[in-house]
């Protein structure tokens, strides 16, 4: 199994190569450039958008994310999720808007808060929950990254 470093820039190359399948200039950032993955832009240079990218290599339920805080909410800020689908050898993505990202970010901390406060949980760990307890937006995501354009 590929390690993690090569599963984000699987991810990377993934949401790039749609993109530009889509008519989008898609540039991927050198590594460890601060907050985005990938600038993304129209043909005409008119509209762009910056794109955080956060891959896993199964058909994970969550998604590691920064601390609230960290989450960039401007409007042209974007968050793609992108997951391996084994049964089908194919990715799976999810497109969140910035804001999004962090209201579901701070919507998962809330509920973990109360379960340490319970004594059933240990920590806290920033994700975005998606999948089966979550399938309105979840579909909602899928249906956003399906359509999305500049």
């Known amino acids: 199994m590929p390690n993690n470093a090569l599963i984000g820039i699987a991810g990377v190359h993934h949401v ?8 989008m200039v898609a540039l991927p950032t050198v590594k460890n450039t601060a907050a985005y993955d990938i600038v993304a832009l129209n043909v005409e240079g008119t509209r762009h958008a910056n794109i955080q990218v956060k891959s896993s290599s199964k058909r994970a339920s969550f998604f590691p994310m920064p601390p609230p805080e960290k989450i960039r909410v401007g409007p042209r800020d974007f968050y793609v999720l992108v997951r391996w689908i084994e049964a089908d050898e194919r990715f799976e993505c999810f497109l969140l808007k910035g804001k999004v990202a962090r209201a579901a970010v701070e919507e998962n901390l809330k509920i973990q808060r ?31 990254w399906k359509k999305w354009a500049l």
């Open 114 to 144: 109360a379960r340490v406060k319970q004594g059933t949980r240990n920590s806290l760990f920033p994700c975005v929950p998606v999948g089966t307890n979550h399938t309105t937006r979840t579909n909602a995501w899928a249906r956003a």
């Open 16 to 23: 790039v190569a749609e993109l530009s399948r889509r008519g």
